[in-house]
């Protein structure tokens, strides 16, 4: 039996410049390029972000994810002298966190960082991941004890394709103007176009509201799978705000500020209306979108899950054929990179 070209994983590869990934934010953040493409009237609009208000539809909420990216890349070693670095990846309760360590390591393994702080390895899982207690001396820490120390002595994580170390700058360019619930290891980027007054100003105009999807790594693990729907999704925890939550239960048009946004508001709609708790939900073409009318993204990875997302409102071969156009008119891809809005 022949799988559906949109089923399978080899539909959604491109090849892409490498000088088109993005390496460093637009300067300023709304100056960034903006591909709007209209499904009504099959129109594309080559603009730049700082016109992003001119395009919002009329009567339209937009849902925005306040995530905060911490400092998870933290560096130490072990006491035979070994280095480690390890990036916290979410936690698994107050005290258990799941974690990705480069280097190797056993259970009971210690590992010691700056700040007296101490990583003791729990368990080691069938992806790869580890699951580690943390210290202060002999002191167990819970992750909001943790969040405090690993700001003065982590590093912001950059995406594996941004092939450099951080820097001051990334601290403050790598995270959304309204990020405020720390715990995400990765930007919701197309929250990253927006400066403080641009976002000031579509607040006081427009109806909006705030849900929290704290974005795990597993958001940049490649699908690779010979049929999608084999992937095995991601869990993130989300939260949907009071005011959030009377937005998506009227009938107000949904635009949603980036793939984070819409997999909590879709996962909400999908599953019982829960306001908080685990969410993996995986959007493709034979999984649309039921409840959000109008994406902001960014331009993504080929075989990936949010290129499979961006399909499920357009189609694989509408998707295709932007990307060509975007790569045509050399727009930067992946997190510090362009923006697209689908009407």
């Known amino acids: 039996m022949n799988t559906k070209k949109e089923l399978l994983t080899s539909s959604y590869d491109f090849t892409l410049p490498s000088k088109l990934i993005a390496t460093h934010p637009a300067s300023p953040r709304d100056n960034a390029k903006l591909l709007v493409y209209n499904r009504k ?131 403050s360019e790598y995270q959304s103007v309204f990020a405020k619930e720390e715990g995400a290891v990765a930007a919701p980027t197309a929250s990253l176009h927006f400066t403080q007054e641009q976002h000031k100003r579509i607040c006081d105009n427009y109806t909006h509201a705030f849900i929290t999807l704290h974005v795990g790594s597993g958001t940049f693990k490649p699908v690779e799978v010979k049929t999608i729907t084999d992937h095995p999704m991601h869990s993130e925890y989300y939260d949907i705000s009071d005011k959030a939550k009377k937005l998506l239960d009227s009938n107000t048009s949904i635009l949603s500020i980036g793939t984070t946004s819409t997999r909590t508001i879709e996962f909400y709609e999908k599953h019982g209306k829960i306001q908080r708790g ?7 073409p034979n999984n649309k979108p039921s409840r959000v009318n109008h994406l902001l993204t960014n331009f993504h990875l080929p075989k990936s899950t949010l290129l499979m997302l961006v399909a499920s409102f357009v189609g694989v071969d509408k998707t295709q054929e932007l990307y060509a156009e975007a790569i045509k008119n050399e727009y930067r891809f992946y997190s510090y990179g362009d923006a697209m809005l689908i009407l």
């Open 41 to 171: 009237t099959n129109e594309v609009t080559h603009t730049y972000f700082y016109d992003f208000e001119k395009f919002i539809p009329k009567n339209c909420a937009l849902i925005f994810n306040d995530t905060k990216v911490i400092k998870a890349r933290i560096f130490g070693k072990k006491s035979s002298g070994g280095k480690i670095e390890l990036l916290i990846n979410r936690p698994l309760d107050a005290n258990n966190i799941n974690v990705y360590i480069r280097g190797k390591v056993k259970p009971n393994t210690k590992i010691y960082f700056d700040a007296n702080l101490i990583a003791v390895v729990k368990e080691i899982k069938d992806d790869g991941s580890r699951v580690v207690n943390f210290y202060i001396k002999t002191k167990l820490l819970r992750f909001e004890d943790l969040l405090p120390i690993i700001d003065k002595i982590g590093h912001i994580p950059l995406p594996p394709y941004i092939q450099r170390e951080d820097t001051t700058q990334d601290v």
């Open 278 to 284: 685990e969410a993996n939900l995986f959007l493709h």
